[in-house]
């Protein structure tokens, strides 16, 4: 089954860091664009980041930009996303997908993007 796994999710306390992985299983990584997304108790998801498929174009919603950095090692089939200066309103399920590209609608259109994981609960909490 084609599908994304994330991992690295834990429990900090605000101020910390975390970084998340997506790993591909039975595919490529490199023909995708991969968006992170992520959803709170009672409330829709949202998006975080998206990254092109060569790494040579990210995006952040605004809550995420000057504090997490999107990055991708296609060698190892893997997307990344560190998270610092964390704050509790960012503790949520995080997911990947993947689409052909970000798009100019990727933080909007969580339902054009495929493959989702399980997700990776992070939790901000002193």
């Known amino acids: 089954q084609v599908q994304l796994v994330e991992s690295g999710g834990g429990l900090v306390q605000p101020g910390g860091s975390l970084r998340l992985s997506c790993a591909a299983s039975?595919?490529?990584?490199?023909?995708?664009?991969i968006g992170w997304f992520r959803q709170a108790p009672g409330k829709e998801r949202e998006g975080v980041s998206c990254?092109?498929?060569?790494?040579?174009?990210?995006y952040y919603a605004d809550s995420a930009k000057g504090r997490f950095t999107i990055s991708r090692d296609n060698a190892k089939n893997t997307v990344y996303l560190q998270m610092n200066s964390l704050k509790p309103e960012d503790t949520a399920v995080y997911y990947c997908?993947?689409?052909?590209?970000?798009?100019?609608?990727?933080?909007?259109?969580?339902?054009?993007?495929?493959?989702w994981g399980q997700g990776t609960q992070v939790t901000v909490s002193s």
């Open positions: 990254i092109s498929n060569s790494g040579g174009s990210t």
């Open positions: 039975r595919f490529t990584l490199d023909y995708y664009a």
């Open positions: 997908a993947r689409r052909y590209s970000c798009g100019s609608s990727w933080l909007t259109n969580a339902a054009d993007f495929g493959s």
